[in-house]
């Protein structure tokens, strides 16, 4: 929590054009309490310099929470200062002092019909919102339940518009005689409430309906409001002031009633004195010293008793009335005008009328006293101001307890939000990390592929040049063999030349004689060398053919070794590419797992949140259920030992008015036994009147002792009963009380174990939702891998099969190249399959071996010979 010295820091330029900067006590003068309300207190003031009289609030932010009263007054100022309207009272600015708020607002004196608003508190000007906020009566379902099933917007205005139509009509809203909490869970659980009684329109009541409609989707918004029947339709002019003439006439029969009750009270108790008097000096007059002596010994007791309750009752009724009637002015209008002239005379005169209205309407004395610059003036006294502080003092606490409970809401929102948004970061943060990872091992493999074919391609370039290379070795091997088979050869026909030469000369020299030889001799060697000049031209030939057959099929071994390691650098490339695709779809499959294993834990956080807040909500409200049962069961109690307390007084008052009865009946009698008296002395002699009157005497002592006996078993079953009745009926009130708070509080277990199974419910229902999440999740995952290995299967084989094409196609055009140098392609085909295996070197060897063994000297010879 900040400390003090930031609260009410206008150091903040935003929060400095807010308030303003002078000293309200130099400003506002004459202050005076009007008013309690659940923030503070509220004066009336007038201002110095404007001698404008305001209505100030005063809010303190100081002590348990005052952080979040400090916001409430932040709020609440901005919004005032926003607001401009006819129908709302005006705001005249707020001060700072010290560690209290002044909000000063227009004073609104007597009625004011076209207020319509005139404190919006902490009001939101959000919307959607879901925070638990407002008065609990006129709170819709859905702001109380609006931590457990999302957010409202606007329409919850409509409904305590109709909430306030109910008010208007029925004087107080639903659930009102019940405590505060307990009327959050009836507005919750139970059906929208109705107008119950009255002669209401069906057109006003269809407009109540509408405005409690308990879903808000089926509730109408302002707008439609307005063009409800009930708005549009025609208006009397005359509607206000009605009702303000039926409320002046009904507190001046008010008035009337209570002035006559006491005047006939005053009358009787006068009549009485003036006749018990009389009767006390007749009584004197008429009976004689004896009689009078012994009469009169009782009477004078039982008068005198007599009159002591009397003026022991008629003080009584004095203050009984004194303060019903105080208590009746107290309730009456501030604004009852006088009586027109022809009721001026039933009204006391204004030294009667004086105690009641010294304590009716402080407007109307104090501007008789103290003149224009005060309106009025508020005389307390010493009963009042310590029953207001008490009521106070219940309210303040009262609005401790609501206020804690929509504090710990608000908690629990927050901690909910709270926990929301780091959950959400958290989400972020790993797939962020995953998504980073998987980008990483792409990026790897990428590289990896460039190198295999940066390695490959090089494979294939040192093939190439290692073909060139053999292919270069094996002619120049094949050359080198062919020229020392031409130097063989040549070698054998100089032998054989050499030879043939001696042999013809050996002939030509038996056969032929002188010159003809030599001619003959030079013929046969032309011939010879002819002809072995035709032999070493077929050698030749012969061997430079041989060459290029070698060099074809050299090379068709060649390019098939060459396509049989571009197939097998494909195969490598492919395997790779599939052990990539393999090892990404292992780290999707690993992330998923990881994604969902944080999916699972932060859902069980936030449920654990959840369900230990409503945990704390539920145990709060049986805390506040039971304090306000031990609250109401103290007061009950208090009441009864009032009760109790004020029995005697009670019964004292009672026992009066029968000992009254009584003395008005002895009276009556009196007056009859004296109307006896005088016609039996008027018919009985002078000497018997004595004895008569004696007689006559005896006889009424005894009946009223007779009527004194039976008043006073009477005054004693009274007695007995009232207490009896007491005992019966505190005994029926505790019982009632208990049955009523037990019924409140199982109403209260039954909508938390409602909330409880909703909120179960709702955490299953959040369950299956991620579980559905998770395994469509999963699957589209593996639909997307076997895709992918279904794509890198079609490439494999389109690669694979453009492979085999394309090597295909230069095998026949190497084969076609083969026929149109008159080689024989199957051939070439076959002994380049023979020796496909063959490393170069056996390649070459073979190739030497059998150029040796096919182009021997002798078979050129024997063929040219």
Request: aromatic share 6%.
């Amino acid at each position: 929590m900040p400390s003090f010295s930031r609260l009410g820091n206008l150091k903040d330029p935003e929060l400095a054009e807010l308030f303003d900067k002078d000293d309200p006590d130099k400003i506002f003068v004459d202050l005076r309490e009007i008013g309690h309300g659940s923030f503070g207190a509220v004066y009336y003031a007038r201002n110095v310099t404007t001698k404008e009289v305001v209505a100030i609030k005063k809010m303190s932010f100081t002590g348990k929470q005052s952080t979040e009263k400090w916001q409430d007054i932040v709020k609440e100022v901005r919004f005032l200062r926003q607001l401009k309207h006819k129908n709302t009272i005006d705001y005249k600015g707020c001060y700072l002092k010290e560690h209290t708020a002044w909000l000063v607002m227009e004073y609104c004196l007597g009625s004011a019909s076209d207020i319509i608003e005139a404190d919006f508190g902490s009001a939101s000007m959000i919307s959607p919102a879901n925070s638990f906020v407002g008065t609990p009566y006129w709170m819709a379902p859905e702001v109380i339940l609006a931590m457990d099933e999302g957010q409202y917007d606007g329409k919850v205005d409509v409904w305590s518009l109709g909430i306030t139509c109910i008010e208007l009509g029925e004087r107080k809203p639903p659930y009102f005689n019940m405590n505060a909490m307990s009327a959050l869970y009836h507005i919750a659980q139970n059906d929208s409430p109705t107008l119950t009684g009255g002669e209401w329109s069906d057109v006003f009541r269809h407009f109540v309906n509408s405005c409690l409609q308990k879903n808000p989707a089926d509730r109408p918004t302002a707008v439609n409001l307005l063009q409800h029947p009930f708005m549009t339709r025609p208006r009397s002019g005359k509607v206000i002031v009605d009702l303000i003439q039926r409320t002046k006439a009904a507190v001046r029969e008010l008035d009337n009633l209570n002035y006559r009750k006491m005047k006939k009270i005053l009358m009787i108790d006068s009549q009485e004195n003036n006749e018990a008097n009389a009767v006390e000096a007749e009584d004197d007059s008429t009976e004689d010293d004896q009689v009078s002596t012994g009469g009169n010994g009782g009477g004078s007791a039982g008068n005198g008793g007599g009159e002591g309750s009397k003026s022991s009752s008629l003080r009584s009724n004095q203050s009984q009335q004194s303060s019903s009637n105080v208590s009746a002015g107290s309730h009456s209008s501030s604004t009852s005008s006088l009586p027109p002239a022809s009721e001026m005379d039933s009204y006391p005169p204004s030294s009667f009328r004086h105690p009641r209205d010294s304590n009716s309407s402080s407007t109307s004395l104090n501007s008789t006293d103290a003149g224009a610059t005060n309106n009025f003036a508020t005389i307390r006294t010493t009963s009042i101001v310590t029953r207001q502080m008490k009521e106070h003092e219940q309210e303040n606490q009262m609005h401790e307890q609501m206020s804690g409970y929509k504090r710990m809401r608000r908690q629990h929102q927050k901690a909910l939000e709270q926990m929301e948004a780091k959950c959400i970061q958290e989400m972020d943060d790993h797939k962020q990390k995953l998504d980073k990872e998987y980008e990483t091992l792409l990026q790897q493999f990428s590289k990896e592929l460039e190198k295999l074919q940066m390695k490959h391609q090089q494979d294939l370039e040192k093939k190439l040049k290692h073909n060139l290379a053999g292919e270069k070795r094996l002619t120049r091997t094949i050359a080198q063999q062919q020229e020392e088979e031409t130097k063989r050869f040549q070698q054998q026909q100089k032998v054989e030349y050499k030879y043939l030469k001696e042999k013809i000369k050996k002939e030509l020299s038996d056969d032929s004689s002188g010159g003809g030889g030599d001619a003959a001799l030079r013929g046969h060697k032309a011939q010879l060398q002819q002809r072995q000049a035709e032999a070493l031209a077929r050698l030749q030939r012969h061997q430079a053919d041989y060459l290029r057959l070698e060099v074809r099929k050299y090379r068709r071994r060649r390019l098939l070794q060459y396509h049989r390691l571009e197939q097998e650098l494909l195969r490598e490339e492919l395997a790779k590419r599939q052990s990539q695709l393999e090892e990404a779809h292992s780290m999707l499959l690993r992330h998923h797992e990881t994604t969902q294993e944080l999916e699972y834990r932060q859902q069980r956080g936030v449920h654990q949140l959840r369900e230990e807040q409503v945990r704390k909500q539920h145990q709060t409200e049986l805390a506040n259920q039971h304090e306000y049962c031990s609250r109401r069961e103290r007061e009950l109690h208090k009441r009864h030992a009032q009760a109790v307390k004020q029995q005697p007084k009670s019964l004292k008052h009672k026992e009066l008015q029968i000992r009254k009865q009584f003395r008005e009946t002895c009276k009556i009698q009196t007056r009859q036994y004296k109307a006896w008296k005088s016609q039996v002395l008027a018919s009985t002699p002078r000497d018997d009147q004595k004895a008569v009157i004696k007689k006559l005497k005896e006889e009424q002592i005894r009946k009223l002792a007779i009527l004194g006996e039976q008043y006073e078993q009477s005054i004693a079953e009274m007695l007995q009963k009232q207490s009896i009745r007491l005992d019966e009926s505190q005994d029926t009130e505790v019982r009632q009380l208990k049955e009523q708070l037990q019924q409140e509080l199982e109403l209260l277990m039954a909508f938390q174990s409602k909330i409880r199974m909703q909120a179960e419910a709702q955490r299953n229902r959040e369950r299956h939702e991620l579980q559905e999440r998770v395994s469509v999740r999963r699957a589209l995952l593996e639909q997307k891998m076997e895709l992918e290995k279904q794509q890198f299967q079609e490439e494999k084989a389109e690669r694979q099969r453009l492979l085999c094409e394309r090597q295909s196609r230069e095998i026949e055009a190497f084969d076609e190249e083969s026929a149109h140098m008159g080689f024989n392609p199957v051939e070439i085909a076959e002994a380049s399959r023979e020796s496909l295996g063959s490393s170069d070197a056996d390649s070459l060897a073979g190739s030497t071996l059998s150029l040796a063994h096919s182009n021997s000297a002798s078979s050129f010879t024997h063929t040219a010979l």
